[in-house]
């Protein structure tokens, strides 16, 4: 996790630049600066330390804010000169009051996942019964959409037993699809159930 070969001396004051990471959501918190001893005292610490430029000193993140960044890993680049930090914040990272320092809220996304539940979401709120089909489900109420999802499980299943890969991943699809309906339409999605399996774990 740590490396001893980092090259400090490769830009201007010794610094090489930290991007820090979310561990849990993956996302990419803050940029930051450090010399050789901000990052000893980062792994010694376990709680992230940066060199300020403008302070001209040693800073851990969080020592006036009590938002403290955790160190749960440490990756260099193929050259040795920036770090990847991952991390578990205790609370927003920019001193704006945000989760990130790009405005951006810090939470789970599923990539194309997230884009289709927004999507669903819209339908729901503003699509026409007649010409979309996930305002239809809606229209018809849970009991329907609950009965999609039984009959999309049990094509699915059908669908394991046979050898075509095609199919199988059709009706996967198709299962997945009508889950997030069904999931939307019982007021919760994707992070509520990810939440507990993490629980689980």
């Known amino acids: 996790m740590f490396k001893n070969n ?5 830009n201007p004051g010794n610094l ?7 561990a849990q959501t993956k996302t990419v918190l803050m940029l930051g600066y450090m010399n050789e001893e901000a990052y000893q005292q980062t792994i010694s610490s376990q709680k992230v330390t940066f060199f300020s430029r403008t302070k001209n000193r040693l800073w851990t993140k969080g020592e006036e804010s ?14 040795n000169d920036t770090l990847l930090i991952r991390v578990n914040p205790t609370g927003p990272v920019c001193h704006t ?3 990130t320092c790009w405005q951006q809220p810090n939470r789970t996304t599923y990539g194309f996942l997230l884009d289709l539940e927004n999507t669903i979401q819209l339908r729901k709120e503003n699509g026409d019964a ?3 089909y996930i305002a239809s489900l809606f229209a018809k109420g849970i ?17 394991t037993k046979d050898s075509n ?19 939307n339409a019982k007021g919760y999605n994707l992070n509520d159930v990810v939440k507990i399996l993490k629980e689980r774990s």
Not at 6 to 10: I, Q
Not at 66 to 79: H, K, M, P, Q, R
Not at 165 to 182: C, K, Q, R, V
Request: charged share 25%.
């Open 6 to 10: 980092l090259n400090f001396n490769k």
């Open 16 to 22: 090489i630049p930290a991007i820090i990471q979310d």
């Open 66 to 79: 009590g938002n403290f960044l955790y160190l749960v890993s440490i990756e260099a680049d193929c050259d």
């Open 97 to 99: 009051g945000s989760d």
């Open 130 to 132: 007649e010409s979309s």
């Open 143 to 159: 009991n329907k959409i609950a009965q999609k999802v039984g009959e999309e499980a049990i094509e699915m299943v059908i669908e």
């Open 165 to 183: 890969d095609d199919l199988f991943l059709n009706e996967s699809a198709d299962l997945l699809f009508h889950y997030l309906i069904l999931l």
